[in-house]
């Protein structure tokens, strides 16, 4: 162990001397020969000491991905006027149509009306629809056949109902921001949210 910081002591001495003045290759082989290798296990506990438990060798060269970089410097890949919520981009359009309109502008802008998969998307559109002084705005969610869905083509599988009206004539769904959604008839007017994957074609 001595021997090993002895080395290391030299080692940094003669790297950090002008190059003129090298220790000479006679010395450098004679410390070789002093030296005595440690035991393998005594190397390791060398190593555990130094190396802290959380850390990974890493080579210098090696490409840095996304998902290594800490959450406040993750880029953000959405257009201007865009919200970045998980793995998609939403924004509040603020003029009043019906709900068919409303798609064919969003997907103009290459998005579709927003869906709600889950509880918290559920509160982050609440909370854009707020942003801009609204209490409702058109979602995606539609009625097809006895069935609910979502223009976007996600599943239908959470739902936040406030209301629900007889579907035959309203097919369309809304959102409220202080409460869950309801549906009203397609020909109604609001205004809506878009959203689209940042990375679609």
């Not at 410097?73 to 959405?78: E, G, H, I, L, P």
């Not at 409303?102 to 909370?127: D, I, K, M, P, V």
């Not at 006895?146 to 369309?172: E, H, L, N, P, V």
């Amino acid at each position: 162990m001595k021997t090993l910081v002895v080395l290391s002591v030299l080692l940094c001495a003669a790297f950090a001397a002008p190059a003129e003045e090298k220790a000479p290759e006679a010395a450098v082989a004679a410390l070789k020969e002093q030296m005595v290798p440690a035991p393998e296990a005594e190397m390791k506990k060398v190593e555990e000491e130094f190396v802290p438990e959380d850390s990974v060798p890493v080579p210098r060269n090696a490409p840095v991905f996304e998902e290594a970089l800490a959450p406040e410097s993750r880029f953000n890949f959405c257009p201007d006027g865009w919200y970045s919520h998980n793995s998609r981009c939403f924004t509040v359009v603020n003029t009043a149509t019906d709900w068919y309109t409303a798609e064919e502008h969003c997907t103009s802008l290459g998005a579709h009306l927003a869906s709600a998969t889950n509880a918290r998307e559920y509160a982050f559109l609440q909370e854009i629809t707020k942003r801009v002084d609204l209490s409702n705005a058109w979602l995606g969610g539609f009625r097809l056949q006895s069935r609910w869905m979502w223009i976007d083509s996600q599943g239908f599988y959470y739902q936040k109902w406030y209301s629900q009206s007889t579907s035959s004539s309203y097919a369309c769904v809304y959102l409220n921001t202080g409460y869950g959604w309801s549906n009203c008839p397609c020909t109604n007017t609001r205004r809506f949210i878009c959203s689209k994957n940042p990375f679609s074609c």
